[in-house]
């Protein structure tokens, strides 16, 4: 019998989210626990296997030293690594840190923050090791994260798009929310959710992070004309792929690369 | 001088986010159980500051991705409070069927896949599936059909997008609600059998006795609405929650811990629920827990399991019904105009109450906020169950003992991520 891939799930700071969409994946799970050893995901087992691992998937971003240390051993112990969802392609929501001072961020939420580790910026994981494959979104989609597994499994690319959300969303024959007057981010933002907000009459608000070579100027000029203020446009470009330089750049002319 | 050592789970598995367990004994006695939680802070109370209100629920869903919708209601609520929004019943009703939903799911989770293969003696449920594949599937299968509720009604399982202060972006059709009614009419009796099914595992004995803290409304089992309430006399509204409740920082924890302020320790999520609110629960549900014998006087917290089936079947009734009946509201959300306030409010998140308060400017800019999630408020109750359940069994092998612990620790669905915030169990002897 072929030997089964080893796959591990492992987390950094997040919320859990992307790596539950394994586990949100009910039709699949017992199968794909069939064609493949999960070694290592302790949300799911309390058996751990030691490396090396076939594939790593990696969700959240770095923000302790210890998480600096930890990622650079589960890349030597993985032949694949693959960045999983927003935190770990762009740093997450709390990346907003990046834009503050961590330390008095500390004190708005502890007594004695002094205790506390925690570094200066949320980072994606592509900051710290070479990463092979970035599934985005906020939270992932389980449908392209099984393509991701199975891809990589099989030694092939794996099938993601990475044009705007507008092009899921005349496919899916959705009305235009911008044309009916809200603010959306649809043009600027990665494909892979199906166009959710428009079809449930919002403005889609990136949680794909950016599509590939958006052009964020030009949107964020829309806006205002359309009478948003330079505090909405920067609000708008900074939630859970703040720190995506596309959106970065934008929100932060000064402060960018 | 009595020999000390150290018993101790570094990283502990089938719960949300990263902790670790360390039990402290010296000689033939238990000094110390600590559940330590080290998951790195993300700081959800500063970055709030200076967001508009209407960013608040798809924010907070941010802290959780098992219970997104848990924050986006305790959210919404909290602003509507501050505004004086008036939501119609109608949106509450889908509001409540939206929670039904996450309960299903995030219960199914934790009963089948996280906490079954503790009393079953298995690593995880894919280990369990081997030997019990009708059960595991039957969990996967309710699993889905909560996660259901959530698509339909929210655009995706995992931090949903429809929910809105004043009620949700876009209402769904009739056609669209439809789709749900024949996987909940099978839902409702597989629920049924699984009380039964939970019933018949084997439960380690603890009697415990602490404080049970959980929403009471008057007419309905709680969700969104409702005094917080205790076994105890406690009845105070929400925007009192701050006065009774307190939050320390610990040495051993990143998530800040919650007691009374009169310094006594309180448990919430299913067993207070349950214990403060069976007479609210649907008929199917309130029979199948007199059917297994489960009484509001239980206080065996293996025994949570089975009070999380009865709130599956719950949330299953409470959802065919409300599909069944369902006819799409005149409006989706009721209007909003911020203004300078305090709003305050706690709903029942999968694991306990979940209380945010936020201060706005006239504009509606988030000038402040505080959120005190349900593991936070549950850690006192863990280690003290901890040192209950481990200090009567120090002399069995420290593999079973460390299992036992682990499966202690469950019966909360600690959810570490909410309270910052992982585990890992540790013993020290000495």
Redesign the interface.
């Known amino acids: 019998m072929a030997r089964r891939p080893k796959l591990a799930v492992w987390k950094f700071t997040s919320c859990d989210g992307c790596q539950l969409s394994l586990l949100d994946l009910e039709d699949e799970l017992l199968e794909i626990a069939e064609a493949i050893k999960i070694s290592h995901f302790t949300e799911a087992t309390r058996r751990s296997q030691r490396g090396p691992y076939d594939l790593s998937l990696v969700e959240g971003s770095i923000t302790t030293p210890a998480e600096r240390e930890k990622i650079l051993q589960i890349r030597r112990d993985s032949r694949r690594l693959v960045a999983i969802g927003a935190c770990a392609t762009a740093g997450g929501i709390q990346a907003l840190r990046n834009f503050a001072d961590v330390r008095e961020y500390l004190s708005v939420v502890y007594a004695n923050p002094d205790t506390i580790a925690a570094l200066r910026d949320s980072t994606p994981i592509s900051e710290h090791v070479p990463v092979d494959f970035e599934l985005r979104g906020c939270p992932i989609d389980k449908r392209q994260l099984l393509e991701v597994v199975s891809a990589f499994l099989a030694d092939r690319r794996p099938v993601v798009s990475e044009h705007s959300v507008c092009v899921e969303c005349k496919r899916r024959g959705v009305v235009c929310v911008a044309v009916l007057g809200q603010p959306c981010m649809g043009p600027i933002t990665h494909a892979g959710c199906g166009a959710l907000c428009p079809a449930y009459s919002r403005g889609c608000y990136g949680c794909f992070g950016p599509a590939e070579a958006p052009n964020v100027s030009a949107l964020a000029r829309r806006w205002r004309e359309d009478g948003a203020a330079p505090d909405d446009v920067v609000r708008m470009l900074r939630t859970f792929n703040a720190a995506a330089p596309a959106f970065r750049k934008e929100s932060d002319p000064r402060g960018s690369d | 001088m009595a020999r000390t050592r150290t018993i101790r789970v570094d990283?502990?598995?089938?719960?949300?986010?990263?902790g670790a367990l360390t039990l402290e004994v010296r000689g033939d006695e238990l000094v110390d159980a600590r559940l330590e939680i080290f998951?790195?802070?993300?700081?959800?109370?500063?970055?709030l500051?200076g967001?508009?209100y209407e960013?608040a629920p798809?924010?907070t869903a941010?802290?959780?991705?098992?219970c997104?919708v848990a924050y986006q209601m305790s959210a919404v609520h909290a602003v509507e409070d501050a505004f004086g929004v008036e939501v119609p019943p109608e949106i509450g009703g889908l509001r409540r069927l939206l929670y039904c939903g996450e309960w299903i799911e995030s219960h199914a989770?934790h009963v089948f896949?996280?906490h079954a293969p503790d009393f079953l003696e298995f690593?995880?449920?894919?280990?369990m599936?081997k030997k019990h594949?009708d059960v595991?599937?039957r969990g996967?299968?309710l699993?889905?059909i909560g996660?259901r509720i959530l698509q339909v009604l929210g655009?995706?399982?995992?931090?949903p997008?429809?929910v809105?202060v004043g009620g949700?972006?876009?209402a769904p059709t009739r056609g669209e609600m439809a789709t749900l009614e024949d996987d909940l009419a099978w839902a409702v009796d597989a629920a049924r059998d699984t009380v039964e099914w939970a019933a018949s595992l084997p439960f380690p004995e603890l009697e415990r006795d602490e404080e049970l803290v959980a929403l009471r409304p008057e007419r309905e089992y709680p969700f969104c609405s409702g005094p917080i309430a205790s076994d105890r006399g406690l009845s105070i509204e929400s925007a009192s929650f701050l006065d009774e409740f307190v939050e320390?920082?610990v040495?051993h924890s990143?998530a800040?811990v919650a007691r009374r302020r009169s310094g006594g320790t309180y448990l919430v999520g299913p067993m207070a629920r349950f214990a403060l609110n069976a007479d609210h629960l649907s008929p199917g549900a309130r029979a199948a827990a007199a059917a297994v014998g489960l009484s509001p006087d239980e206080r065996n917290p293996f025994r949570s399991i089975v009070i999380r089936a009865v709130e599956i079947l719950h949330a299953c009734e409470e959802a065919l019904g409300r599909v069944r009946s369902y006819e799409p509201p005149a409006v989706a959300s009721a209007p909003v105009t911020p203004r300078e306030s305090v709003g305050h409010a706690c709903t029942e998140a999968p694991r306990g109450i979940l209380y945010h308060r936020y201060r706005f400017a006239a504009d509606g800019t988030i000038e402040e906020a505080r959120i005190v999630p349900p593991t936070s408020q549950n850690q006192h109750a863990i280690e003290r169950d901890l040192f209950a359940f481990a200090s009567t069994r120090l002399d069995v092998p420290e593999d079973e003992l460390r299992r036992g612990c682990?499966q202690t620790i469950r019966n909360y669905d600690p959810c570490i991520?909410c309270a910052t915030h992982?585990l890992d169990l540790r013993v020290n002897r000495s």
């Open positions: 990283s502990l598995a089938r719960v949300e986010g990263e998951e790195p802070p993300r700081f959800f109370e500063a970055l500051r967001r508009s960013e798809d924010i941010r802290i959780c991705g098992i997104p989770l896949l996280l690593d995880d449920a894919i280990a599936a594949g595991v599937r996967l299968r699993k889905k996660n655009g995706r399982e995992v931090h997008i429809n809105r949700f972006h876009r320390d920082q040495a990143t800040l682990e991520s992982f």
